[in-house]
């Protein structure tokens, strides 16, 4: 018979990491290693049985929910197999860093760990899980977001209509949106606008609520500075680039920083959006709540029972 495409994979070479092993049509299987093969060191049945209800609960509940395919555990006990349609890597890597911090802080019940929703539902180790799942995790990285503003400006439907007789508004109206999007994901973030073609332009440097802006000078595109930037944080730190340039694609890659289209941007800031209305209705239902909590001492105060009898 003829050899599998998984068999045709040196497992020799292979370290610890997430790969993409391989795509069919617009299937991609991501193999998640946590373990290298052939070492004498791999996951119990019991850690591996709890990190997959975790890791398919976290993954069928997330953002990106509807992109996730599959979540599973490989046989020889040395890693997870995740499949995704419709993910950019950028966003299967953030979907992954994200679940293992889930399944590394856990705490409680483990998700479908009973007899009617599981076959083996005695075989899970919740701490040696967390504790596998800690371990895979990379070391935390300050991380930097650097957008290409006009590039946002002019492929978002809504700035785009906007700075066509509002210019300077629209720049505003994102750098707001950008603002409230870092105050609930927190990150150093960058905002660049090309002034290539001012004449006599000086560039500048500013800062907008919680973020930096820049502006390119006279003959410095916002490409090159962004390269430039590129090259000199991208090794140190957890970088992602969000354009729909392709040249700032293509530095972005090289460099090995994460790219971040402008239609994917918007949509996280969308996310985020609906995040922050949803803690927002949520603090509201709390306060509404406490505000209906009769304390124990108002019932003491005879001016606030006006129809309760004087003692005589």
């Known amino acids: 018979m003829e050899r599998i495409a998984s068999f045709c994979v040196d497992h020799t070479r292979l370290e610890r990491g997430m790969y993409l092993s391989r795509q069919d049509g617009d299937v991609l299987t991501w193999d998640i290693r946590m373990k290298k093969p052939n070492q004498g060191d791999y996951l119990t049945t019991a850690a591996a049985h ?18 996730v395919i599959y979540v599973g ?118 905002v660049v606008f090309d002034s290539y073609r001012v004449r006599g332009g000086t560039g500048s440097r500013s800062s907008h609520n919680n973020l930096r802006v820049v502006y390119t000078q006279e003959d410095e595109s916002a490409d090159l500075y962004i390269e430039t930037l590129v090259g000199k944080i991208g090794k140190n730190y957890a970088v992602r680039v969000a354009t729909s340039d392709a040249l700032i694609q293509l530095s972005a890659l090289r460099s090995g920083v994460l790219r971040v289209s402008a239609a994917e941007l918007e949509r996280e800031l969308e996310r985020t959006n609906g995040e922050i209305a ?35």
């Open 50 to 67: 709890t990190l997959e209800h975790l890791f398919a609960t976290y993954a069928r509940n997330s953002a990106v929910k509807d992109g």
């Open 73 to 190: 555990p490989m046989g020889c006990r040395t890693g997870f197999y995740l499949l995704t349609r419709g993910l950019t890597p950028a966003q299967a890597l953030q979907l992954t860093v994200d679940a293992y911090r889930f399944m590394a802080g856990f705490e409680g019940a483990v998700p479908g760990a009973s007899e009617v929703e599981c076959g083996n539902y005695r075989d899970m180790d919740l701490p040696a899980a967390k504790a596998e799942a800690a371990v895979t995790l990379p070391p935390r990285r300050k991380e930097y977001l650097i957008v290409d503003g006009y590039n946002m400006i002019f492929a978002w439907d809504g700035l785009r209509e906007q700075a066509g007789y509002d210019l300077s508004g629209a720049r505003e109206r994102l750098l707001d949106l950008l603002s409230n999007y870092c105050g609930f994901h927190p990150c150093e973030l960058i």
């Open 278 to 312: 949803a803690v927002l209705r949520r603090l509201r239902e709390e306060a509404h709540h406490a505000a209906g909590q009769e304390s124990p001492l108002r019932a003491l105060d005879p001016k606030s029972n006006p129809d309760k009898e004087e003692p005589i």
